[in-house]
């Protein structure tokens, strides 16, 4: 039986861009068939919203994007933020002061929302960032040394919280966390040098799941496409989750079927084969580290 997907989540870097974080004239060319055909393509991805208005433009998409590895959802056509998962106020400050108890020296990064505009705010202007502003393309921070007294205003909204510390001392922040914050917050490391921290349970899959409600899209006929730790729960969850051939382990773990690399059009690859041409039912479970292996060996 041949299954029809009706949204498509879709991560950016490392997926739905190239290495020159472009998106190619193909890919371009294939969201826009799947658009045509009916399908609700969506952007998911860790970026701000700021990052990822260019690329929805350039798609010519209608549809919200999912910011904030899914903390927040954002309407671009309304210009309005129409889902927020923002962090406690309480435990931002707690974080805060954790890390200051740990070291010093840790610049804080905070996410925040006022309204429909999105901030970069930080403690200082370290050379981590003036690296960051360079290979990615980005602005400044809008704000330099306000971190404090923005966690001390109630109107604050912290969408997402991070911060790079020495791995021996990310080991000890990471233990603490855990025993003092287990379920008030959710985590992601990417390496044993960055913390990502967002609102317990907020992830792109929950993020992912509140827009296909709002379409009235029920989980079988959503599918996501990703490479990142970042978009593990989204491939798990989603009814069809396809992992890049430039994939992490852990997103081919979970990912029920494969696709190209994000250098050779995998996302175009993965919307015509089971977007614009289904050819069946999706592959039955996740097709795990040892196929990658073999696909690797074969080509």
């Known amino acids: 039986m041949t299954q029809r997907y009706r949204l498509l989540a879709v991560d950016m870097d490392g997926t739905l861009l190239d290495r020159r974080s472009q998106v190619d004239p193909v890919t371009v060319r294939a969201v826009r068939a799947a658009v045509a ?37 954002y309407d671009v056509g309304g210009q309005a933020v129409i889902h927020h998962e923002p962090i406690d106020l309480e435990v931002a400050r707690r974080i805060a002061q954790m890390l ?27 050379e981590g960032i003036l690296d960051s502003i360079t290979r990615w393309k980005v602005e400044p921070p809008h704000s330099v040394g306000d971190v404090q007294r923005l966690l001390s205003d109630e109107a604050t909204r912290v ?32 390496d044993d040098v960055t913390l990502t921290i967002l609102s317990s349970g907020v992830s792109k899959a929950s993020a ?10 029920i989980q ?4 996501a496409i990703g490479d990142d730790l970042n978009d593990v729960p989204m491939l798990g969850w989603a009814g069809l989750g396809v992992a890049m051939a430039n994939a992490k382990p852990v997103a081919w773990a979970v990912a029920r079927a494969t696709t190209g690399s994000n250098d050779e059009h995998g996302v175009a690859q993965a919307i015509r084969r089971w977007v614009l041409r289904p050819t069946g039912s999706p592959p039955a479970g996740p097709i795990g580290t040892t196929h990658r292996l073999r696909q690797e060996s074969a080509g």
């Open 220 to 223: 079988p006929e959503v599918m």
């Open 37 to 73: 055909a009916g399908v609700h393509v969506i952007l998911a991805s860790g970026r701000a919203p700021r990052h990822m208005l260019e690329v929805h433009r350039q798609l010519r998409l209608e549809t919200p994007i999912v910011a904030h590895n899914g903390a927040l959802v």
């Open 159 to 190: 969408s997402k919280l991070w911060f790079h510390a020495p791995a021996d001392v990310m080991a000890a922040i990471k233990r603490r966390m855990t025993a003092e914050m287990r379920d008030r917050i959710a985590t992601l490391a990417f």
């Open 208 to 217: 992912v799941e509140w827009v296909a409600t709002r379409y009235g899209v």
């Open 100 to 126: 200051k108890e740990h070291d010093p020296a840790i610049n804080l990064h905070l996410e925040t929302q006022e309204g429909v505009v999105d901030r970069w705010n930080v403690e200082t202007l370290d």
